[in-house]
């Protein structure tokens, strides 16, 4: 170990020790000694990463799925050039799993992402997400087009068809399925320029870049990558600049033989404000639904779910009742069941159906509203007589950045997005930002009155 490493290490310990007494004053006793009292600090090679390790995947996954933002936010009040924070497995002494917690970057950056054009500009590390893969991925008659399709696209030689445009509701696996082909088409071809983002972020860099009136870097990096993946398109309608970069990207990418997949929440037809040349470039490839999961299927998902579980015991009825009753979406029935193998393992109760029903509550009775990202852009806008736009614009202005952070926090409070989704939903913004955010509104609930009245109202309205 360097000096520099010592210091660092020394530094991250020290404030290991201050996040231990915190987590341990707030969490309680037997919440701390059972998840995270038996969490190490490892070693890390970044200053700007923290690296913990736990003795089981179970117990990953329960600190990644409940501490993760709290860890996050605990670390940066003390090392405030924290930008990530890794949870790993160990296994018989050495890391057997990495899982991540707050987007770090990954070990070979699988996606390529330049500076933003203006230094000030939104700042994004988009990570693909280990666990989706071609093999976690459950198939039946609803997805199956898709499903094959997306392998297709990830085969070596020339694409068979390009673009693949995915279409489904929320919470239906195109994110999934399109970080899959990421992750086939990179383990066949390691040295592959991918690249991978969000509708907003293709509007918002090209935006910067004519701002500052070079827009060479931008359609270089985009038309360099040898697979494009570009997330949420529903969200490009309206900008015409944008809109005719954009086109002219789908047109050099697909000409150049190169593979394009685009994922929408509806069909291409029914993108409103997107122009129709778009829309027929789109539909020249091939378009595939991912139908809304029906019940089998929905079980199966469970299934495979628990398999990734390895301590957990679901029993079948429990898993039964879940699959029956959670129809929302894939993501809230995957919650349902995190919280239940959770809830069990942290009060030592048998998981069977009554603990099932008596944690649920609410969710299973369908009682609960689900806001969604959206509804809460848009109510924020219309409270602070914004466009919903300038919440995920680059604006800087306090009239702007304000709301935007109230509209981040509760999205945080109450959607089930994490803080990367969140991030990617305003803008294409780092979770950072949102972790930022949520920290600040916090505060300023406490000593603004102001902030304050306005949340109180917001979630008032949202959750009626
Ligand atoms: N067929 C499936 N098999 C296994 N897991 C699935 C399947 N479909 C969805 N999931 C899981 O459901 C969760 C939500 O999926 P994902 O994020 O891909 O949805 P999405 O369609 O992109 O939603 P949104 O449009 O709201 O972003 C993920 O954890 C994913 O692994």
Redesign the pocket.
């Known amino acids: 170990m360097n000096d520099r490493q010592a210091d660092m290490a020394g530094e991250q310990a020290k404030a290991w020790a201050r996040v231990r007494a915190s987590l341990r004053e707030s969490a309680g006793a037997r919440l701390f000694d059972q998840w995270l009292k038996p969490i190490e600090l490892v070693a890390a090679d970044e200053a700007d990463t923290v690296r913990l390790a736990l003795p089981s995947a179970f117990m990953t996954n329960w600190v990644r799925s409940h501490y993760a933002d709290r860890l996050a936010l605990e670390f940066r009040q003390h090392l405030p050039h924290v930008r990530s924070v890794e949870v790993e497995t160990r296994r018989l002494g050495a890391v057997a799993e990495v899982l991540t917690i707050e987007s770090p970057a990954p070990e070979r950056a699988p996606v390529q992402v330049a500076a933003a054009p203006d230094a000030g500009m939104i700042f994004e590390r988009p990570v693909l997400?280990s666990?989706?893969t071609f093999d976690?991925?459950?198939?039946?008659q609803s997805?199956r087009v898709a499903?094959n399709a997306a392998r297709t696209v990830a085969e070596p030689g020339r694409p068979r068809f390009s673009p693949l445009f995915l279409h489904?509701?929320?919470?239906?696996?195109?994110?999934?399925?399109?970080?899959a082909i990421a992750h086939a088409f990179l383990a066949a071809n390691p040295d592959a320029n991918v690249l991978c983002m969000s509708a907003e972020r293709f509007m918002f860099d090209f935006v910067a870049a004519m701002r500052v009136r070079d827009t060479f870097a931008f359609k270089a990096r985009l038309r360099s990558a040898d697979l494009l993946l570009i997330?949420?398109l529903q969200f490009i309608a309206g900008k015409d600049a944008t809109q005719e970069e954009f086109f002219h990207t789908i047109n050099e990418i697909v000409g150049a033989g190169k593979r394009l997949v685009i994922?929408a929440?509806r069909a291409p037809q029914h993108l409103d404000g997107v122009e129709p040349r778009i829309i027929g470039r789109l539909g020249a490839g091939l378009v595939a639904d991912?139908k809304a999961?029906d019940l089998p299927?929905r079980r199966?998902?469970l299934t495979?779910?628990v398999a990734d579980l390895p301590d957990a015991k679901v029993p079948a009825d429990v898993l039964d009742l879940l699959a029956a009753r959670i129809h929302s979406?894939?993501?809230e029935?995957?919650g349902a069941l995190m919280r239940v193998v959770a809830y069990a393992s942290l009060t030592g109760e048998t998981l069977d159906l009554d603990f099932a029903v008596q944690t649920l509550g609410d969710s299973l009775r369908g009682a609960q509203r689900r806001v969604t990202i959206d509804e809460i852009q848009k109510l924020v806008s219309q409270h602070f007589d914004l466009k919903p736009l300038d919440l995920i614009s680059a604006r800087r202005a306090r009239a702007v950045a304000r709301p935007r952070q109230i509209a981040m926090y509760l999205s945080k409070r109450l959607t089930t997005?994490s803080l990367p989704?969140i991030g990617r939903k305003f803008g294409g913004r780092d979770h950072s930002t949102v972790i930022h955010a949520v920290r600040r509104i916090e505060e300023l609930r406490d000593s603004d009155r102001d902030v304050d009245a306005a949340v109180r109202v917001l979630l008032r309205e949202l959750e009626a």
């Not at 976690?136 to 039946?140: A, H, P, S």
């Open positions: 997400e666990r989706y976690r991925f459950v198939v039946d997805n499903f489904g509701g929320t919470g239906q696996g195109k994110t999934h399925l399109m970080h997330d949420d994922a929440d991912i999961a299927l199966a998902i495979r779910k979406s894939i993501r029935l995957e997005r989704e």
